[in-house]
């Protein structure tokens, strides 16, 4: 059952109910067709995912996931946040949302979720939007990060800042509570833009904005033959110079889709949406007009 009062897309918070958790979602923009935005993480807040540009021309749906800000908690909290239980949550917002067909935008953690929900709720979908995703986790893509992470630091030789964010980023997988968390992940953004520095000053209000709580690992993703599967219009995003989810993985994944299309953005890190609006915004409306 969802919230009594508005309409399920007018603009502001709404809750939907799913198997008894609080589900928040968060309605902003204009336009015919409306995209559902998932943020990365797990339990990154929405806003991080924040595109004023694409609001321009859709009506954005921004997801605030179960177990993260203020929406419900699991009873196993921080435990049982797989992507079959994300997935069902989505569902039951995009069913009360009312529309045939939405557009589904997934980023980091995200995509995971996102191209897992495509490719059971094709029906669903008129076009999926993976940004700074993966078909892999584990050993592999941890393996490609830390190369990344050594450009990152090679890049940055002699920044008095750069000892900081590498201790930041190797402290976060031993972190359990939520203000230490968001702490660390403070520290670390650096390490997720391409030139952060250079425009420090910009990205100042994200970093102080940007709260995280704490998610147990989610599982392992083994998505290549999910991807190879996939029947839905897809558009492939990801930051020349992101050291999660990069340019490796968005080639893998456009040579993995039927018919995918692919951006990647050559001034940004894993935050290309703020590093590059313009571009990542004319990209994402693009695609929309073009599978309308």
């Known amino acids: 059952m969802s919230n009594a009062g508005p309409h399920p897309l007018a603009p502001g918070v709404h809750v ?110 008129a076009g999926l939007v993976l940004y700074d995703s993966a078909p892999v986790t584990g050993a592999e893509q941890g393996e490609e990060s830390a190369r990344q992470v050594a450009a990152f630091a090679a890049r940055n030789e002699g920044n008095p800042e750069l000892p900081g964010v590498l201790a930041a980023l190797q402290s976060v997988g031993s972190i359990t509570d939520d203000d230490r968390l968001t702490e660390a992940l403070r520290g670390l953004l650096p390490a997720y833009f391409a030139h952060y520095w250079e425009r420090e000053v910009e990205f100042k209000a994200l970093r102080d904005r940007l709260r995280v709580s704490y998610i147990a690992d989610p599982g392992l993703v083994q998505d290549r033959e999910l991807l190879a599967g996939l029947t839905v219009p897809t558009l492939i995003i990801a930051g020349r110079y992101d050291v999660v989810c990069g340019e490796r993985w968005a080639r893998e994944m456009f040579d993995l889709v039927p018919g995918s299309k692919l951006l990647l953005l050559a001034e940004s890190g894993h935050l290309g949406h703020v590093e590059e609006p313009e571009r990542f915004a004319t990209a994402v409306t693009d695609f929309v007009a073009a599978t309308q």
Do not use: C, N
């Open 16 to 125: 939907v109910d799913v198997d008894g958790v609080a589900q928040r979602y968060h309605v902003r923009g204009q336009g015919a067709a409306v995209l559902v935005a998932m943020p990365g993480g797990p339990g990154v807040d929405w806003d991080s995912l924040l595109i004023p540009q694409v609001e321009r021309h859709l009506t954005v749906v921004y997801v605030e996931p179960i177990g993260t800000g203020e929406s419900g908690r699991l009873p196993t909290h921080p435990y049982g946040y797989r992507r079959d239980v994300y997935a069902r949550a989505l569902d039951r917002m995009i069913t009360e949302l009312g529309r045939e067909k939405v557009y589904l935008l997934g980023h980091s953690h995200g995509g995971f979720v996102a191209q897992y929900y495509a490719s059971r709720h094709p029906q669903r979908l």
